[in-house]
């Protein structure tokens, strides 16, 4: 897959400056966001969670994880394993108890 590097706008008028670089903004954010899924994704294979149906939305950096966990050591576990991800800014827990 190629990178694509970012475009320099200087010397472009300011509308259009400030177009393109919001652009390269929202991407740089969302390339990160995405980079921060996958590696949600192979912390969770890797440490074989057992939880399963758990949603996560990434927005930021700020990572709000949904689902139904067994316990509140499970439920410590998984909140554990997003905080050590590197690009975590934040966590909304909306985790369940399943006696909940």
Do not use: C
């Not at 294979?45 to 927005?59: C, D, K, N, P, W």
């Not at 509140?72 to 909940?100: F, K, M, N, S, Y």
């Amino acid at each position: 897959m190629a990178a694509s590097a970012p475009v320099s706008a200087y010397g472009l008028p300011g509308p259009l400056r400030a177009l393109i670089e919001g652009f390269q903004e929202r991407r740089a954010r969302t390339t990160a966001d995405k980079s921060l899924a996958l590696r949600l994704k192979d912390a969770m294979t890797r440490e074989q969670v057992t939880a399963r149906g758990l949603s996560f939305y990434i927005e930021h950096g700020a990572v709000a994880v949904y689902g139904n966990v067994a316990d509140g050591a499970e439920r410590e576990a998984i909140l554990g394993l997003i905080a050590r991800q590197p690009g975590v800014t934040r966590i909304v827990d909306h985790l369940r108890l399943a006696d909940a």
